[in-house]
């Protein structure tokens, strides 16, 4: 690689950036082609992957070395100190080379190889058929059908080719009103909800102005609702503020005006646009970034943000369509600017509360399949996968993992997946290891040849999904189509530590229930075979020696029912482990930096315990 | 004075209970000298409401036409609306809770006249007395002793009659120290750390003034603690400021150059093998609360039940904090007196912190935080009455009153304070203090304003995750032994089938001992297969 001056250099050193005492890790730091690597002393190695690099910054140089800070899009920040000012400089300049990319061939999923043959790549990419998924929600149907306007991106190059819109709605209609649209992007199908006969459906912003008007757009809109049987009164959701939408009137563009349209009800649910989302996730980072942060300084600095605000903001809207649907039977259209970003998220999150199967691991991974992949989420400029504007950079993806994060929390049992998952799909997001979200909508994919050059994201995500799997989920808790009614009070929203500050060990509990339970529950499975198989083995005993009348044999033929206790001969003895200087740990203030590692090492040389101490989250793979 | 006198309406029909999250009820409301009672009449679901007069923390009223309306909030931060038809009734039912909930006298409060439905076990009176706790001490040092110079309340009042000092220091001694320091409190031993003889005192702050008054006796007493070398940090939990200001009243801090072994820092506490002095100004708020968190910090025996019972009797009840006066109101009073803070809450609220970081660690759940919590402000029992053990041997509360631990210790209520996670470990458990980390503790402060059906139910089935686990291993367990012993009997028929052969062998004890060792087998195959 052309980027690559110094490929090793030893004698590094890694800082904890909460440590109040400066403690720091030893070790050599490594440059390849696709990762910088850190081997500490114990032989630990960190792996950042250039593409997950969002900042490197170089500090100005201190007695023990030249300080580099490097930050990365999935929030973890490292801190090296170079001994040489050279060799900082070096790897500075190849970081920032190595992390900014300007052709798509150049990233890492096109180099990426997890050794699957030809057919398992074709398989992996078929696992999620979207066209499979309209069948399950009941569509095409009397009402609704599969349209073959978008079928050479001629219509919209941002949709995908499948599209599907009321049988009412005529090519021309549909042309029609795609010329009425921002973008090209008409009135489709989102969701369609087969009980309640209504439907998501997601557009951009009309083309309105002051007082334009498109009659195909009004016929589009009277096609959709007219596609409802249970109420022909249709909801239009535009997420912006009201503010927004009017500054928008200027430019052409605006929203539906209720007299042009008939028997639409129309409503602003004000989600606020990509940058103030960008800077609000921005102020949250400094907040949290900051070392020896005080309560106060915390809490209003997490307020001053805005961000939970914004997240509430999100789930509001979804909460109000989904009343509309859920409630009134009648069908909703979502738009924004685009409709790609925030419209993306309100259908999504709506979809998720109405259907269960979007509850479960599979099934998640078709909703963002089909309402943020092949609808067009930008996710190579949100994301910034190339080298591009910075003002396209925004957290709308992220926003929407922390709303489903936040549901989870309210309602444990409801979903099949967990916390895991969704941290492992936001690394992925920004890491372009594999295809999946790579480039801005489908025809740019198609034109990358993505399907056969990269791998999906999703079965590598199944194969492993005993990892991601909710102990506590209750598959009954929510039948199919059970609505699920969160309460969106504002101090139901919390500060998502485990997403900010993942990699900050020292802040997560130092014994984790969840993992735990994770455990139990899969060991009990284990338990559960291992019993079969000894009965079977004991009764096989007892046939064999059946002749022989052994009193003791005899009972235990017959084993007294189970006492939860275990006998005292098998009774673990509990580990006691010194302590060194114990005293020490009188302090409190900041937790001991490397102290969790002995403390984990004092563990595991004990006898195995139930209780094994970890931090809050799996490790993740870079 | 008769509660009847203060209770001019009893009983109020058609009363309409409005409470969060539940359909407003309908029912009769009857006052007793200690309760409000709300019994609802509905046949298809009879529901009872008893409220402590002393749980009450404001009362507020309304009046629409002739109905009435209460709004009470209570110290456990519960609030309940109540619609009384007839104005002068519902005036009435207002002014004698207002009565009630406010009375002068302890030897009314309701501890008093509390008559326990369940049979006494153990009495809690007779649990977690200073000798037991200085015979542990015995065990590992020589160099402390029991004094009993407190024995009438007559060196410091808020002290308990026995209290544990350096051997070294006689009482004499003792009596000049204490008029050296706020309210008398003497340093005395918190906390001894077996595993380093390292040890944790406590007291108030001395009496240093602005010209910089001494005492001998007092450093003599503070150095006999250390062995020679040893350092120690005397940590005075308020800022250097406000202990500076604390001189122009005659109170102060320790002059490093008389204590020449400690160094003094103020609030931030450094790490190191050390022993330490906690105080602040009285020694008997923010003193206890850092005494008694660190020994939850360092002692697995204070993450157990009986432990912690015995850390909040030794740290708080004995030490003097003043409970009466600061669980007197809650956070809903309109009337707070500067005495009143939440002191004991806010380090419930420490413990629940640390709990949640180390779930595993503890052997009592949150419920159980959440009771002490609510009998520190309003109980049946005596034992959070008087401010001291002065005050509370005064009131007889021993002979008079029911002790809190004799209801807890028993096995049907400890079953609910239970942690089913809990796996005892003596490490040092570290919290992480990062803002970050910290929570709102729900469990105390959103329990009434929001639903937790879906919460609850998420932790029973976990409890029923770990329940079955334990089932389950017990029975993997006991079929390996059985199988075990299977095996074994058939090696004995064979054994028997040898000796009938004529081959010589010890029969009777090479099977016990193989027995042994096969099972013992069986045992590590299952720890290795489950946990590897």
Same mark, same amino acid.
């Given at each position: 690689?052309?980027?690559?001056?110094?490929t090793?250099?030893?004698?590094?050193?890694?800082?904890?950036?909460?440590?109040?005492?400066?403690?720091?890790?030893?070790?050599?730091?490594?440059?390849?082609?696709?990762?910088?690597?850190?081997?500490?002393?114990?032989?630990?190695?960190t792996?950042?992957?250039?593409?997950?690099?969002?900042?490197?910054?170089k500090?100005?140089?201190?007695?023990?070395?030249?300080?580099?800070?490097?930050?990365?899009?999935?929030?973890?920040?490292?801190?090296?100190?170079?001994?040489?000012?050279?060799?900082?400089?070096?790897?500075?300049?190849?970081?920032?080379?190595?992390?900014?990319?300007?052709?798509?061939?150049?990233?890492?999923?096109?180099?990426?190889?997890?050794?699957?043959?030809?057919?398992e790549?074709?398989?992996g990419?078929?696992?999620?058929?979207?066209?499979?998924?309209?069948?399950?929600?009941g569509?095409?149907?009397?009402?609704?059908?599969?349209?073959?306007?978008?079928?050479?991106?001629?219509?919209?190059?941002?949709?995908?080719r499948?599209?599907?819109?009321?049988?009412?709605a005529?090519?021309?209609?549909i042309?029609?009103?795609s010329?009425?649209?921002?973008?090209?992007?008409?009135?489709?199908?989102?969701?369609?909800?087969?009980?309640?006969?209504?439907a998501?459906?997601?557009?951009?912003?009309?083309?309105?102005?002051?007082?334009?008007?498109?009659?195909?757009?009004?016929?589009?809109?009277?096609?959709?609702?007219?596609?409802?049987?249970?109420?022909?009164?249709?909801?239009?959701?535009?997420?912006?503020?009201?503010?927004?939408?009017?500054?928008?009137?200027?430019?052409?563009?605006?929203?539906?005006n209720?007299?042009n349209?008939?028997?639409?009800?129309?409503?602003?649910?004000?989600?606020?646009?990509?940058?103030?989302m960008?800077?609000?996730?921005?102020?949250?980072?400094?907040?949290?970034?900051?070392?020896?942060?005080?309560?106060?300084?915390?809490?209003?600095?997490?307020?001053?943000?805005?961000?939970?605000?914004?997240?509430?903001?999100?789930?509001?809207?979804?909460?109000?369509?989904?009343?509309?649907?859920?409630?009134?039977?009648?069908?909703?259209?979502v738009?924004?600017?685009?409709?790609?970003?925030?419209?993306?998220?309100?259908?999504?999150?709506?979809?998720?509360?109405?259907d269960?199967?979007?509850?479960?691991?599979?099934?998640?991974?078709?909703?963002?399949?089909?309402?943020?992949?092949?609808?067009?989420?930008?996710?190579?400029?949100?994301?910034?996968?190339?080298?591009?504007?910075?003002?396209?950079?925004?957290?709308?993806f992220?926003?929407?993992l922390?709303?489903?994060?936040?549901?989870?929390?309210?309602?444990?049992?409801?979903?099949?997946?967990?916390?895991?998952?969704?941290?492992?799909?936001?690394?992925?997001?920004?890491s372009?290891?594999?295809?999946?979200f790579?480039?801005?909508?489908?025809?740019e994919r198609?034109?990358?040849?993505?399907?056969?050059?990269?791998?999906?994201?999703?079965?590598?995500?199944?194969d492993?999904?005993?990892?991601?799997?909710?102990?506590?989920?209750?598959?009954?808790?929510?039948?199919e189509?059970?609505?699920?009614?969160?309460?969106?009070?504002?101090?139901?929203?919390?500060f998502?530590?485990?997403?900010?500050?993942?990699?900050?060990?020292?802040?997560?509990?130092?014994?984790?229930?969840?993992?735990?339970?994770?455990?139990?529950?899969?060991?009990?499975?284990?338990?559960?075979?291992?019993?079969?198989?000894?009965?079977a083995?004991?009764?096989?005993?007892?046939?064999?020696s059946?002749?022989?009348?052994?009193?003791?044999?005899?009972?235990s033929?017959?084993?007294?029912?189970?006492?939860?206790?275990?006998?005292?001969?098998f009774?673990?003895?509990?580990?006691l482990?010194?302590?060194?200087?114990?005293?020490?740990?009188i302090?409190?203030?900041?937790?001991a930096?490397?102290?969790?590692?002995?403390?984990?090492?004092?563990?595991?040389?004990?006898?195995?315990?139930v209780?094994?101490?970890?931090?809050?989250?799996?490790?993740?793979?870079? | 004075?008769?509660?009847?006198?203060?209770?001019?309406?009893?009983?109020?029909?058609?009363?309409v209970?409005?409470?969060?999250?539940?359909?407003?009820?309908?029912?009769?409301?009857?006052?007793?000298?200690?309760?409000?009672?709300?019994?609802?009449?509905?046949?298809?679901?009879?529901?009872?409401?008893?409220?402590?007069?002393?749980?009450?923390?404001?009362?507020?009223?309304?009046?629409?036409?002739?109905?009435?309306?209460?709004?009470?909030?209570?110290?456990d *931060? /519960?609030?309940?609306?109540?619609?009384?038809?007839?104005?002068?009734?519902? %005036? =009435?039912? &207002?002014?004698?809770?207002? $009565?009630?909930?406010?009375?002068?006298?302890?030897?009314?409060?309701?501890?008093?006249?509390?008559?326990?439905?369940?049979?006494?076990?153990?009495?809690?009176?007779?649990?977690?007395?200073?000798?037991?706790?200085?015979?542990?001490?015995?065990?590992?040092?020589?160099?402390?002793?029991?004094?009993?110079?407190?024995?009438?309340?007559?060196?410091?009042p808020?002290?308990?009659?026995?209290?544990?000092?350096?051997k070294?220091?006689?009482?004499?001694?003792?009596?000049?120290?204490?008029?050296?320091?706020?309210?008398?409190?003497?340093?005395?031993?918190?906390?001894?750390?077996?595993?380093?003889?390292?040890?944790?005192?406590?007291?108030?702050?001395?009496?240093?003034?602005?010209?910089?008054?001494?005492?001998?006796?007092d450093?003599?007493l503070?150095?006999?603690? *250390? /062995?020679?070398?040893?350092?120690?940090?005397?940590?005075?939990?308020?800022? %250097? =400021?406000? &202990?500076?200001?604390?001189r $122009?009243?005659?109170?102060?801090?320790?002059?490093?150059?008389?204590?020449?072994?400690?160094?003094?820092?103020?609030?931030?506490?450094?790490?190191?093998?050390?022993?330490?002095?906690?105080?602040?100004?009285?020694?008997?708020?923010?003193?206890l609360?850092?005494?008694?968190?660190?020994?939850?910090?360092?002692?697995?025996?204070?993450?157990?039940?009986?432990?912690?019972?015995?850390?909040?009797v030794?740290?708080?009840?004995?030490?003097?904090?003043?409970?009466q006066?600061?669980c007197?109101?809650?956070?809903?009073?309109?009337?707070?007196?500067?005495?009143?803070?939440?002191?004991?809450?806010l380090?419930?609220?420490?413990v629940?912190?640390?709990?949640r970081?180390?779930?595993?660690?503890?052997?009592?759940?949150?419920?159980?935080?959440?009771?002490?919590?609510?009998?520190?402000?309003?109980?049946?029992?005596?034992?959070?009455?008087?401010n001291?053990? =002065?005050?509370?041997?005064?009131?007889?509360?021993?002979?008079?009153?029911m002790?809190l631990?004799?209801?807890?210790?028993?096995?049907?209520?400890?079953?609910?304070?239970?942690?089913?996670?809990?796996?005892?470990?003596?490490?040092?458990?570290?919290?992480?203090?990062?803002p970050?980390?910290?929570q709102?503790?729900?469990g105390?402060?959103?329990?009434?304003?929001r639903?937790?059906?879906?919460?609850?139910?998420?932790?029973?089935?976990?409890?029923?995750?770990?329940?079955y686990?334990?089932?389950?291993q017990?029975?993997?367990?006991?079929?390996?032994?059985?199988?075990?012993?299977?095996?074994?009997?058939?090696?004995?028929?064979?054994n028997?089938?040898?000796t009938?052969?004529?081959?010589v062998?010890?029969?009777?004890?090479?099977?016990?001992?193989?027995?042994?060792?096969?099972?013992?087998?069986?045992?590590?195959?299952?720890?290795?297969?489950?946990?590897?």
């Amino acid at each position: 690689m052309e980027h690559i001056r110094t490929t090793k250099v030893e004698q590094v050193k890694l800082l904890d950036r909460f440590s109040t005492s400066n403690k720091s890790l030893m070790g050599t730091l490594y440059l390849t082609a696709t990762h910088l690597l850190f081997i500490d002393s114990s032989q630990r190695e960190t792996w950042i992957l250039h593409h997950h690099i969002a900042a490197v910054e170089k500090l100005p140089l201190t007695t023990s070395g030249c300080p580099l800070v490097i930050q990365c899009k999935n929030f973890r920040i490292v801190h090296f100190v170079v001994p040489r000012e050279r060799d900082c400089h070096d790897i500075y300049n190849s970081l920032l080379q190595l992390s900014r990319t300007a052709k798509y061939e150049e990233l890492y999923a096109f180099s990426y190889n997890p050794k699957q043959n030809e057919s398992e790549q074709v398989k992996g990419w078929q696992l999620i058929d979207l066209a499979e998924e309209y069948k399950r929600m009941g569509v095409p149907n009397a009402n609704w059908q599969l349209s073959d306007a978008n079928r050479d991106y001629k219509i919209c190059e941002t949709y995908p080719r499948e599209l599907y819109v009321p049988r009412t709605a005529s090519k021309p209609i549909i042309v029609g009103s795609s010329k009425f649209r921002s973008k090209g992007r008409f009135p489709v199908l989102s969701y369609y909800h087969k009980n309640k006969e209504a439907a998501i459906c997601r557009c951009s912003q009309p083309l309105s102005g002051f007082s334009a008007r498109c009659l195909e757009d009004e016929h589009m809109l009277q096609a959709i609702s007219k596609a409802n049987p249970s109420n022909r009164y249709m909801y239009v959701m535009d997420t912006r503020p009201k503010l927004n939408a009017m500054a928008n009137r200027a430019a052409g563009k605006g929203y539906e005006n209720e007299d042009n349209y008939s028997n639409i009800r129309f409503q602003f649910v004000g989600i606020e646009n990509i940058h103030v989302m960008r800077s609000s996730l921005q102020k949250l980072l400094e907040v949290s970034g900051t070392k020896g942060l005080s309560v106060n300084d915390f809490l209003s600095g997490l307020e001053n943000s805005g961000w939970l605000r914004h997240i509430k903001a999100v789930l509001d809207a979804a909460v109000f369509l989904v009343k509309a649907i859920a409630v009134e039977s009648a069908s909703v259209l979502v738009h924004c600017s685009d409709g790609w970003d925030r419209t993306s998220q309100v259908c999504s999150l709506g979809a998720l509360l109405l259907d269960s199967y979007y509850r479960t691991i599979k099934g998640f991974m078709v909703l963002i399949e089909k309402d943020w992949i092949s609808f067009g989420h930008k996710f190579s400029d949100r994301c910034c996968q190339l080298d591009g504007d910075p003002k396209e950079i925004s957290p709308v993806f992220t926003q929407f993992l922390e709303s489903v994060w936040n549901l989870t929390e309210q309602f444990p049992q409801a979903f099949e997946y967990n916390e895991a998952f969704l941290l492992q799909i936001h690394e992925h997001v920004h890491s372009c290891q594999f295809g999946n979200f790579l480039g801005n909508c489908q025809k740019e994919r198609e034109e990358l040849k993505l399907k056969e050059k990269t791998y999906s994201l999703w079965p590598f995500l199944l194969d492993e999904q005993k990892k991601y799997q909710n102990p506590l989920y209750n598959a009954d808790f929510s039948p199919e189509l059970t609505l699920l009614e969160p309460n969106t009070v504002s101090f139901n929203f919390k500060f998502w530590r485990n997403m900010y500050h993942q990699f900050d060990r020292s802040m997560h509990p130092r014994q984790c229930v969840f993992n735990l339970i994770m455990n139990m529950s899969e060991q009990n499975k284990q338990l559960e075979e291992d019993i079969k198989e000894l009965e079977a083995k004991v009764k096989q005993r007892n046939g064999q020696s059946s002749a022989v009348p052994v009193k003791e044999h005899q009972q235990s033929a017959h084993p007294a029912p189970m006492a939860l206790k275990t006998p005292p001969s098998f009774k673990k003895e509990q580990p006691l482990i010194p302590v060194n200087d114990a005293v020490r740990t009188i302090e409190g203030s900041n937790t001991a930096d490397n102290r969790y590692s002995e403390f984990v090492a004092e563990f595991s040389k004990a006898e195995p315990a139930v209780v094994s101490l970890e931090y809050g989250v799996a490790r993740m793979t870079c | 004075m008769e509660f009847a006198e203060l209770i001019k309406t009893p009983r109020a029909d058609n009363v309409v209970l409005h409470r969060p999250f539940y359909l407003a009820v309908e029912g009769t409301l009857c006052l007793t000298g200690h309760h409000l009672i709300f019994s609802s009449r509905r046949q298809d679901n009879a529901e009872e409401l008893w409220l402590l007069h002393s749980n009450i923390d404001s009362i507020e009223k309304r009046f629409v036409g002739s109905l009435g309306t209460i709004i009470i909030k209570c110290k456990d *931060l /519960r609030i309940i609306q109540l619609d009384i038809p007839g104005m002068e009734e519902c %005036l =009435n039912i &207002a002014s004698s809770i207002e $009565a009630l909930s406010t009375l002068d006298s302890v030897t009314l409060m309701y501890p008093f006249f509390y008559r326990p439905m369940f049979e006494i076990v153990e009495d809690g009176w007779r649990c977690f007395l200073p000798d037991e706790e200085f015979e542990l001490l015995s065990s590992a040092t020589d160099e402390w002793r029991l004094s009993c110079i407190n024995k009438e309340f007559s060196v410091c009042p808020s002290y308990p009659p026995v209290v544990i000092v350096p051997k070294s220091i006689d009482d004499e001694a003792l009596r000049k120290v204490a008029m050296f320091r706020h309210g008398s409190r003497f340093p005395v031993l918190s906390y001894y750390h077996k595993k380093n003889g390292m040890v944790m005192m406590r007291s108030s702050q001395p009496l240093t003034g602005t010209n910089g008054r001494r005492c001998k006796e007092d450093e003599k007493l503070i150095n006999a603690t *250390l /062995r020679p070398g040893k350092r120690g940090y005397i940590i005075d939990t308020r800022s %250097l =400021n406000v &202990a500076q200001q604390a001189r $122009a009243k005659g109170g102060g801090f320790e002059q490093e150059a008389h204590y020449p072994q400690w160094r003094r820092i103020h609030k931030c506490i450094e790490r190191e093998g050390a022993s330490v002095l906690v105080h602040g100004t009285e020694g008997t708020d923010s003193t206890l609360q850092v005494t008694s968190l660190a020994q939850i910090i360092l002692d697995p025996r204070c993450r157990t039940i009986r432990g912690f019972e015995s850390l909040v009797v030794r740290e708080w009840l004995q030490a003097g904090h003043p409970f009466q006066q600061r669980c007197a109101q809650s956070a809903y009073s309109n009337s707070k007196q500067k005495w009143e803070a939440p002191v004991f809450l806010l380090f419930l609220d420490c413990v629940w912190q640390i709990l949640r970081q180390f779930p595993c660690s503890f052997e009592f759940n949150e419920q159980f935080l959440i009771m002490l919590f609510e009998h520190a402000y309003a109980s049946q029992f005596g034992t959070f009455l008087g401010n001291n053990e =002065n005050e509370r041997s005064k009131l007889k509360l021993q002979q008079k009153t029911m002790s809190l631990w004799s209801w807890v210790n028993r096995s049907e209520e400890l079953s609910k304070f239970q942690n089913p996670l809990f796996e005892a470990n003596s490490l040092v458990i570290w919290p992480s203090v990062a803002p970050q980390s910290l929570q709102l503790w729900e469990g105390v402060f959103l329990r009434w304003n929001r639903p937790s059906k879906f919460l609850d139910e998420a932790h029973e089935e976990m409890i029923s995750i770990i329940k079955y686990n334990k089932e389950l291993q017990a029975k993997v367990n006991a079929l390996r032994r059985q199988l075990a012993q299977l095996e074994t009997v058939d090696r004995m028929q064979e054994n028997l089938r040898h000796t009938q052969l004529g081959i010589v062998s010890p029969l009777g004890s090479s099977s016990v001992s193989k027995l042994h060792t096969v099972s013992a087998e069986a045992g590590t195959l299952t720890s290795t297969q489950l946990y590897g």
